[in-house]
């Protein structure tokens, strides 16, 4: 069933700035041909049907976007009118050019079944006018109107296929976006469960020293004030860690996990020893005075050294891998870099990106800093930014 122009109204397609100057200066060509032909004698017939014709299908030809249908209709009704009326359609480059562009237009709009009947339209509209020009301008008709047709289905192809390509691409970004956020959840809970097991030995430790302290209180008063200060330390602790559980994940999204203590980086020699043996030289330095860092920062930070370091075997190719660990007042910096293929790992795709996503909520977790990238030409450097927190 064909789509004329009152099928138009809902979803008219209007031209960008640009193509609208163009538009106008087109429509201006048509009638200026027409005009400028008849007035120099060119083609022979009345001026007026010259300039009335020549202002019909210019404003057919301004339309044609909105209207394609009816563009197509009055350019085509307008030839014969024109021929009927005494104006010579031989060599008239106005007609040509209005009727090879609102072809065109139709078939950028519509299937090909539907602009084939549109070209078949013209075709005998020029037939109509062709018994005072002979067969030739038929002939002639047929190869610009045909060369519109052909032209105006391949563009409406190539926009077809642009448009679907454009929406494979928002599907693919929206999916890629669900993965990423699915990532960042699955380590949020990692995260809150390992936080969850800090708090969890803290409490414990009060626990036992609380204890410890009310045995002694009817023996030796001044000797229990030692565990209760124990006491007093690992509560602030086991606060602070808390506040961070609550701000990743909620409390009834965890599971249930073992008491024992998380590692720490006083067991980076040991996290290293195994990527040894398979082949990987880990170099570990530690600067500035090392102390004792809360169970959340230490694990943290061991966390983001394991993950950089796992990524260094299985992505890098690397030989070398060096760690460094910077202790300050108040913060603490984590450096790992390596001898591998640099720039070509951020090409890699899957655990690799979800385990950077895991390092960079650790880091935030303490209103820290990641930074992750190719080191030159070779390697690849992974540093992080932990703030030591007073939770006093």
Same mark, same amino acid.
């Given at each position: 069933m064909l789509r004329f122009p009152v099928a138009y109204l809902h979803g008219m397609r209007w031209p960008s700035n640009g193509a609208a100057v163009g538009d106008v200066v087109l429509a201006?060509? &048509?009638? /200026? !041909? +027409? &005009? /400028?032909? &008849?007035?120099?004698?060119?083609i022979q017939g009345p001026l007026w049907v010259g300039v009335v014709g020549g202002l019909v299908l210019g404003v057919a030809v301004l339309w044609r976007r909105a209207h394609p249908w009816a563009a197509l209709i009055v350019v085509f009704t307008a030839i014969v009118a024109t021929s009927l009326l005494g104006l010579s359609q031989q060599g008239l480059y106005g007609a040509m050019l209005a009727g090879f562009v #609102? #072809? $065109?237009? @139709?078939?950028?709009? &519509?299937? !090909? =079944?539907?602009? +084939? *009947?549109? +070209? /078949?339209? %013209? @075709? *005998?509209?020029?037939?109509?006018s062709a018994h005072r020009s002979g067969l030739w301008k038929f002939s002639f008709a047929v190869f610009v109107l045909g060369g519109a047709l052909v032209i105006g289905s391949a563009v409406r192809s190539h926009r077809r296929l642009a448009e679907q390509l454009r929406s494979a691409m928002e599907e693919l970004t929206a999916r890629r976006d669900e993965v990423v956020q699915a990532a960042v959840a699955t380590e949020k809970v990692q995260i809150a469960r390992e936080l969850h097991d800090v708090i969890a030995h803290a409490v414990s430790v009060m626990v036992i020293q609380a204890s410890a302290a009310e045995g002694m209180l009817d023996l030796e008063a001044d000797r229990a004030r030692r565990p209760l200060s124990a006491v007093q330390e690992s509560g602030r602790q086991a606060l602070g860690e808390l506040r961070r559980l609550l701000a990743v994940l909620r409390p009834d999204d965890l599971a249930v996990t073992s008491l024992s203590p998380q590692p720490g980086l006083s067991d980076l020699d040991a996290l290293a020893d195994p990527l040894r043996a398979a082949g990987l030289s880990v170099d570990i330095r530690l600067e500035g005075t090392a102390r004792t860092l809360p169970a959340g920062v230490d694990l943290a930070a061991y966390r983001i050294v394991q993950e950089a370091l796992t990524n260094v075997l299985k992505h890098a190719n690397a030989q070398q891998a060096n760690v460094a660990v910077r202790y300050g007042a108040d913060r603490i910096d984590l450096e790992v870099t390596d001898d591998g293929c640099g720039a070509t790992m951020t090409r890699i795709a899957g655990d690799r990106r979800h385990g950077l996503i895991g390092m960079r909520e650790r880091a935030s977790a303490y209103r820290g800093e990641l930074h992750a990238g190719? =080191?030159?030409?070779? %390697? $690849?450097?992974? =540093?992080?930014? @932990?703030? *030591?927190p007073n939770d006093r």
């Amino acid at each position: 069933m064909l789509r004329f122009p009152v099928a138009y109204l809902h979803g008219m397609r209007w031209p960008s700035n640009g193509a609208a100057v163009g538009d106008v200066v087109l429509a201006a060509a &048509v009638p /200026a !041909l +027409f &005009v /400028a032909q &008849v007035a120099s004698g060119d083609i022979q017939g009345p001026l007026w049907v010259g300039v009335v014709g020549g202002l019909v299908l210019g404003v057919a030809v301004l339309w044609r976007r909105a209207h394609p249908w009816a563009a197509l209709i009055v350019v085509f009704t307008a030839i014969v009118a024109t021929s009927l009326l005494g104006l010579s359609q031989q060599g008239l480059y106005g007609a040509m050019l209005a009727g090879f562009v #609102v #072809v $065109y237009e @139709l078939a950028c709009d &519509v299937p !090909l =079944r539907q602009s +084939f *009947i549109g +070209f /078949a339209f %013209g @075709l *005998i509209m020029i037939f109509a006018s062709a018994h005072r020009s002979g067969l030739w301008k038929f002939s002639f008709a047929v190869f610009v109107l045909g060369g519109a047709l052909v032209i105006g289905s391949a563009v409406r192809s190539h926009r077809r296929l642009a448009e679907q390509l454009r929406s494979a691409m928002e599907e693919l970004t929206a999916r890629r976006d669900e993965v990423v956020q699915a990532a960042v959840a699955t380590e949020k809970v990692q995260i809150a469960r390992e936080l969850h097991d800090v708090i969890a030995h803290a409490v414990s430790v009060m626990v036992i020293q609380a204890s410890a302290a009310e045995g002694m209180l009817d023996l030796e008063a001044d000797r229990a004030r030692r565990p209760l200060s124990a006491v007093q330390e690992s509560g602030r602790q086991a606060l602070g860690e808390l506040r961070r559980l609550l701000a990743v994940l909620r409390p009834d999204d965890l599971a249930v996990t073992s008491l024992s203590p998380q590692p720490g980086l006083s067991d980076l020699d040991a996290l290293a020893d195994p990527l040894r043996a398979a082949g990987l030289s880990v170099d570990i330095r530690l600067e500035g005075t090392a102390r004792t860092l809360p169970a959340g920062v230490d694990l943290a930070a061991y966390r983001i050294v394991q993950e950089a370091l796992t990524n260094v075997l299985k992505h890098a190719n690397a030989q070398q891998a060096n760690v460094a660990v910077r202790y300050g007042a108040d913060r603490i910096d984590l450096e790992v870099t390596d001898d591998g293929c640099g720039a070509t790992m951020t090409r890699i795709a899957g655990d690799r990106r979800h385990g950077l996503i895991g390092m960079r909520e650790r880091a935030s977790a303490y209103r820290g800093e990641l930074h992750a990238g190719p =080191r030159g030409d070779r %390697g $690849y450097l992974v =540093r992080a930014t @932990l703030e *030591i927190p007073n939770d006093r």
